[in-house]
């Protein structure tokens, strides 16, 4: 019984190559993806939530200095719409809770031919809740919108990556 265990794991490991898969950063830094993220220029984004988003992406695509990488191959475009919204209305006529929409448009532009080389959408939202106190309220809505530009973040960067390894599928 314990033979047989230890061939079918053995062959599991051996299926493993055949199913398709491929690691998304192969090579580490010096992997073609990995260079392709890190020659993306983020452009600047309008407003608080649009300066998150891009310090969020320039730590996620890894270029040197202030985002801006020193050969850029492409340009990151954002526009970000911010929406906070309450529901939820207490017995009282009061919000209980709050809704927080962060969605974005971005467009990946190749610098030398100016074609948009992806042209998509991302977004998160947060549900928090209204309490007693002002101050808790604030400081809850900063932490949802911080925490949304960050999820957005990745997965604006997870999108251009399969792009730049060549999976349109996504």
Do not use: H
């Not at 890894?62 to 929406?83: C, H, K, M």
């Not at 031919?113 to 101050?135: C, F, K, N, R, W």
Request: proline share 2%; glycine share 10%.
């Amino acid at each position: 019984m314990r033979k047989a265990r230890l061939l079918a794991a053995a062959l599991a490991v051996l299926a493993l190559p055949a199913c398709g898969m491929q690691p998304m950063y192969a090579g580490g830094g010096s992997g073609e993806v990995a260079r392709g993220l890190s020659g993306i220029q983020v452009s600047a984004i309008e407003g608080r939530s649009g300066w998150l988003l891009r310090n969020a992406l320039v730590d996620r695509l890894g270029a040197s200095g202030a985002g801006e990488s020193a050969n850029p191959r492409y340009r990151l475009d954002v526009r970000v719409d911010d929406q906070l919204e309450g529901f939820g209305l207490l017995s009282d006529d009061t919000i209980g809770r709050e809704r927080r929409t962060l969605r974005t448009r971005y467009q990946l532009v190749d610098l030398e031919s100016e074609e948009i080389v992806l042209d998509a959408t991302a977004g998160s939202d947060a549900g928090i809740d209204v309490v007693s106190s002002d101050y808790a309220t604030i400081a809850a809505e900063q932490a949802a919108l911080e925490n949304l530009t960050k999820d957005v973040a990745s997965r604006i960067v997870t999108k251009i990556a399969l792009r730049l390894r060549g999976d349109t599928s996504q």
